[in-house]
């Protein structure tokens, strides 16, 4: 049962560590760690992502930034509480970790799949150069009744055919994991600098 749950969301990056291991939470006495890999993209950006490893898996103690990691696991996300108001968490929930003297396959540095259900209507709408984008809330469930909540933005063709989508239905959606910063208004005189983690959508399928 367990083995077939976790099918259902699986993420595979090459990247480059770019931060020291941060102390996240402790289960039953395992530490997990938060560091920070840049990933490229073929339009010579890259995005950061946040990957959450055991102490049990890496060395944590150790400063990796610079080394090439291919590591492998589940894009999870968890509600932090901060004052009145929940935030969406995300991170790859590291399964296997392995560091590479480099990357021979360039092509597929940044892999996703995902198998869940729509849990809010999708928004769809056009930029103001008119490329169409549907932004989708996915829930994929995990063992033990825990679901994660994964944000999915789709364009083009595939932005109009999810644009169509009820919630609660099923969805499959292959892609790969990005970083987005953006800038939030806290007053008139002061912004905030934020990154928001969400998964690009290169394909997708609606399961009856």
């Known amino acids: 049962m367990v ?15 770019v931060s020291e291991f941060r102390f996240s939470h402790e289960v039953f006495g395992e530490g997990f760690y938060i560091t920070d890999v840049a990933v490229s993209r073929l339009s010579d950006m890259f995005d950061t992502i946040p990957l959450m490893v055991s102490e049990r898996l890496v060395d ?28 969406l968490v995300l991170s790859i929930f590291v ?7 480099e990357n021979s396959d360039s092509g597929r540095t940044n892999q996703i799949f995902l198998d869940g259900f729509i849990c ?19 829930a994929v469930n995990r063992p033990y ?7 999915c933005i789709a364009w083009g063709r595939n932005a109009r055919f999810a644009s169509s989508f009820e919630v609660g239905g099923r969805i499959q959606i292959w892609g790969r994991v990005q970083s987005r ?10 912004t905030e600098k934020h990154t928001a983690y969400e998964v690009s959508v290169s394909k997708l399928e609606y399961v009856d």
């Open 60 to 87: 944590v103690t150790k400063d990796l930034r610079g080394k090439l990691v291919e590591a492998s696991g589940q894009f999870r996300s968890y509600n932090r509480h901060e004052g009145t108001k929940n935030k």
């Open 3 to 17: 083995d077939k749950v976790i099918e259902n969301n699986r993420v595979s990056i090459i990247g480059e560590i």
């Open 95 to 101: 399964r296997e970790w392995q560091l590479i003297e």
């Open 181 to 190: 910063d953006y800038v939030k208004k806290i007053s008139e005189e002061e």
């Open 145 to 151: 009744g825990k679901s994660d909540y994964i944000p």
């Open 120 to 138: 809010k209507t999708p928004v769809y709408r056009k930029t103001p150069l008119g490329r169409e984008i549907s932004d989708l809330l996915i």
